[in-house]
């Protein structure tokens, strides 16, 4: 046996949590070959057709249906292509899945009659192709099928697909009534007092019946946008089929820090899914922060997704027209509301767009300049996000790290809703994981960074699990954020994202750390049939986690000052068969204990903790340790800076 002795110190952790939650997520979405529905039981058309093709493919496909039972999403995972044109991409795309799409017996040829091109742009390392659908040479108003990819190396990553085709059968092509007919129809629904430009075109327009007709589009708009209509025309017998409110496109854009408050100058970044309206309706910005609403408009930091809320001010409503530029001074306080809607946009977005993920597709509350003196930032479930100001000398909204940080416990806790607490390995596992995504999203491996380097946490790190981990789970995060990159700078952000998400449909809910590397290794076997299990283990061993027999105490009471006086121990173990581990605790006072970490009051000196670990399989091992303080009589009323000796104890297996 041989015995080594550490100091062990903790520092005070001023940083980004999660709080405990007690909602579950609503499905249980653990990859897995086959086919998984999810919406309106209503099996009909592509659904029906996916099931047939699906039966012979060997893919991971998660199909989502609207209302009325169509495609809406198809994603793809891990589907390689190689670089090529956009268009050609999208279209081999097409044609692979074909089938599950409900384009049965399709060819590259046909697909390029049936889809115009209408818009592609690379973005954040990834490709987003957008194809509206033709007949007969005809463009459809409302259909179109978004296909995305993701960069991975010189090669690109297919990730999923938006949209469905819609059927077209016996629909007359053959206009009968022409441009200037259509136009005369149109004059007769707009004022004959204003100034009008006029723009025509032939499309297909769905009908409040669901059935598409050719008809004459006619787009009409004055010079100050203030009316901007779209009016359909039956190509047939040239009466009104409907019309539509059409704007000149307005764009919203924020003035805000692009990463961190402390180290970045502010940019123009759009302002997506942002609601703008005016007395006739309401819609929201896209992705480039582009929206479609005339005249007067308001703007409000709430969308589908986001919502931001000041518990220090009133709504903040901007009144304007057109496009808007929305930019405060750099220390005032409406900053907040605007970054952290900006942010948390973005942060959907990221998770929407490389993995198809929809849980959050609801609107989530981030507050900011919450609660008073706040130094802090946390999740809550996968309700809300709370921004303090820190008495108003940081404030943690204005900072994308601690953002896209909190997001991505609400992600977490919509998949795994680990066991979170500060003391142990989940809370640590959890905290990592945030810190992960928000460094990988970003293209940064420091996470917090700030011109004197406190609280920060670099996730390029060789951070080790007995060397480095004070048992709080900020300091734990390191290990699991540093494993997981080692894998993102052997293969990549596309793998590294990958398997990180994944791995949150294999994690246990309340995994120590060994367990988080067993998850990366099983999501990788799903996804990419074990080719990097042997570099997953590598990555956790060169940051300590393994399979070699340990046991280390911490606590969270490294500096009492004098008795009687609180702490919570915790037991950190690895080598130990998990389903059978135990823990047994025996205090100095002969009071005893279960579990890897408990509550104890000491009373008086000396105040020891010994662990025993053991398994079903007879391995077992013990440590002790020694919080030392002074005597409530006569003490001195100011803090020792010694606290806690740490007795790792190794031991061979025993048979």
């Known amino acids: 046996m041989r015995v080594s002795k550490r100091i062990g110190v903790i520092a005070l952790v001023l940083t980004a949590c999660t709080a405990p939650t007690p909602e579950k997520p609503e499905v249980k979405e653990a990859p897995a070959t086959g086919l998984e529905i999810q919406g309106p039981v209503t099996f009909v058309g592509p659904a029906l057709r996916a099931q047939k093709f699906l039966a012979d493919k060997a893919e991971v496909l998660k199909l989502r249906l609207d209302q009325r039972g169509e495609l809406r999403t198809l994603a793809l995972d ?19 899945y074909a089938p599950a799409l409900g384009l049965d017996g399709v060819t590259r040829t046909t697909l390029t009659e049936r889809f115009g091109l209408e818009r592609s742009l690379d973005d954040d390392g990834g490709l987003h ?28 990553a297919l990730v999923h697909v938006t949209g469905s085709p819609a059927t077209l059968a016996d629909v007359q092509t053959t206009a009968a009534v022409d441009e200037k007919a259509a136009l005369a129809a149109a004059l007769a629904r707009l004022p004959a007092d204003v100034e009008l430009t006029f723009s025509h075109a032939l499309r297909f327009h769905r009908g409040d019946d ?14 100050d946008h203030a009316l901007n209509r779209s009016i359909y025309v039956d190509a047939q017998d040239g009466h009104v089929l409907g019309e539509d409110d059409r704007v000149a496109q307005g764009k919203v854009e924020g003035f805000v820090f692009p990463e961190n408050s402390t180290v970045s100058d502010r940019a123009w970044l ?65 900053n907040s509301a605007l970054a952290v809607f900006v942010h948390m946009n973005r942060m959907h977005d990221f998770f929407k767009a490389r993995f198809g993920f929809a849980r959050l597709d609801k609107v989530v509350k981030g507050y900011v300049h919450s609660e008073d003196c706040l130094f802090n930032a946390y999740a809550h479930g996968t309700s ?54 928000a460094c990988s999203a970003l293209d940064n491996d420091v996470w917090g960074e700030n011109p004197i380097g406190v609280f920060e946490r670099p996730c390029n790190n060789d951070n080790r699990y007995e060397d480095d981990y004070s048992g709080e789970s900020h300091s734990g995060a390191q290990i699991f954020s540093g494993s997981v990159w080692e894998l993102r700078k052997q293969f990549g952000k ?21 367990d988080t590397r067993d998850a990366l290794a099983a999501a990788d076997r799903a996804k990419y049939a074990g080719a990097h299990v042997v570099a997953i283990e590598q990555a956790f061993d060169k940051h300590g986690v393994n399979d070699a027999l340990q046991l280390f105490i911490t606590s969270d009471n490294m500096f009492p000052k004098m008795f009687p006086f609180e702490a919570t121990v915790t037991a950190h173990a690895q080598g130990f068969e998990r389903a059978t581990v135990r823990y047994d605790w025996e205090f100095s006072d002969g009071t005893k204990a279960t579990g890897d970490s408990v509550f104890h009051r000491f009373e008086k000196k000396p105040a020891t903790a010994k662990v025993t670990v053991q398994d079903g399989k007879g391995t077992k091992l013990f440590a002790e340790v020694t919080l030392k303080g002074c005597n409530g009589s006569g003490g001195a009323p100011w803090t020792f800076l010694l606290a806690l000796s740490l007795v790792i104890l190794r031991a061979r297996r025993r048979r």
Request: glycine share 8%; aromatic share 12%; hydrophobic share 35%.
């Open 129 to 156: 192709v957008r194809l509206r659908q033709m007949h007969a040479g005809v463009a459809l108003d409302d259909r179109t099928i978004e296909v995305h990819f993701v960069r991975a190396g010189d090669a690109y």
């Open 210 to 223: 669901g059935v598409y007709r050719l008809a004459h589009r006619i787009d009409a708009e004055t010079a």
């Open 270 to 334: 759009p302002l997506a899914n942002l609601t703008v309206s005016n007395s006739q309706g309401s819609g929201t910005t896209d992705e480039k922060g582009e929206h479609g609403v005339s005249g007067d408009v308001t703007f409000m930091y709430k969308g589908p997704f986001v919502e931001a809320i000041d518990d220090d001010e009133p709504e903040y409503v901007y009144h304007g027209s057109g496009n808007a530029r929305l930019e405060f001074g750099r220390f005032d306080k409406k």
């Open 384 to 437: 809300y996000l709370r921004f303090g100001d820190g008495c108003g000398l940081y404030d943690y909204a204005q900072s994308a790290d601690y953002v896209f940080h909190e997001y991505t416990h609400l992600v977490t806790n919509s998949i795994v809703d680990v066991d979170y607490s500060t003391r142990n390995e989940a809370g640590a596992y959890s905290e990592g994981n945030s810190d992960y995504f």
């Open 78 to 96: 891990r589907i390689v292509v190689s670089a090529a044109a956009p268009y050609d991409m999208a279209l081999s795309a097409l044609e692979r």
């Open 494 to 514: 596309l793998v590294a994202d990958d398997l990180a998400y994944t791995a949150m449909f294999y994690m246990p809910k309340r995994p120590m750390l060994v």
